[in-house]
């Protein structure tokens, strides 16, 4: 996907994307939050094959934010204070 030349992006992996992409896209300077999966072992699984963790694929969220007004910084310590590590 195309950027806007003021727009970064960061994906972030964190078990559950659906928690994760509602705490981000209420941040100032998230333009959008696209819900995906990344890794894995198999071609086009479908969700239930990933979610019963047979697949190897992290659930992801890509983040589009503008740097201008949220750092990359300020959306790791989202991240962090939001994710329970022993998740993929």
């Known amino acids: 996907m195309k950027t806007e030349k003021s727009e970064s992006i960061a ?3 964190s078990g559950c994307f659906w928690c994760t992409e509602a705490v981000f896209e209420r941040l100032e300077g998230v333009d959008k939050v696209i ?17 019963r963790g047979n ?3 992290a659930e992801v969220c890509q983040i589009y934010y ?3 007004i949220i750092s990359f910084k300020e959306l790791l310590d989202v991240f962090w ?8």
């Open 11 to 13: 994906t972030f992996g």
């Open 81 to 88: 204070n939001t994710h329970d590590p022993t998740t993929l």
């Open 35 to 51: 819900s995906g999966f990344s890794g894995g072992t198999i071609k086009n699984p479908s969700y239930k094959e990933i979610t």
């Open 66 to 68: 503008n740097p201008e």
């Open 55 to 57: 697949t190897g694929h």
